[in-house]
């Protein structure tokens, strides 16, 4: 999942690079892990991450025609912080989350792309395999300790 940059919110934490110790990270990976828990209960299912996805996709769907273009995905990313990066980095890390999404390179993106994609992410966080990632294995993941 390289080129990703934080926050592709709904599983954006999942895309943190692992930063050990970093307080600001292990509130990150937490602040994100709650926007995705709906029901607050300490576990992020398939079917939280869903919903999660599915509204990032929408949002970010500026023109509403169900497809993400190389536009939207720039704007998605510069969004989510690419927009501090030095504009040749910034470049690379848009063409980069461009390619991770569109899987078939048709340059299009549809949501069944992105959810694909943010689904392999949130299981890599599945230690246990049990189909849903706790606030423990999301830190796991990124290799922040419990605040
Ligand atoms: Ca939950
Ligand atoms: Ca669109
Ligand atoms: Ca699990």
New binding site residues.
């Given amino acids: 999942m390289k080129g990703h940059i934080a926050a592709l919110l709904a599983i954006s934490l999942l895309n943190l690079s692992p930063a050990h110790a970093d307080p600001r990270a292990a509130a990150h990976v937490e602040n994100m892990f709650r926007v995705v828990d709906t029901n607050r209960d300490g576990i992020i299912t398939i079917a939280e991450s869903d919903v999660a996805i599915e509204t990032e996709f929408r949002k970010f769907d500026l023109d509403g025609d169900g497809i993400w273009s190389y536009a939207e995905v720039s704007k998605q990313q510069l969004d989510a912080g690419a927009s501090q990066l030095p504009p040749d980095v910034q470049a690379k890390v848009i063409a980069g989350a461009f390619a991770n999404y569109d899987m078939d390179g048709d340059r299009r993106i549809t949501l069944a792309n992105y959810r694909q994609v943010q689904t392999a992410i949130l299981l890599q966080a ?5 189909g ?3 606030l423990q ?1 999301a830190r796991q993941l990124h290799g922040v300790d419990a605040p």
Avoid at 126 to 130: R, S
């Fill in positions: 599945d230690f246990d395999k049990d849903q990632v706790t294995e």
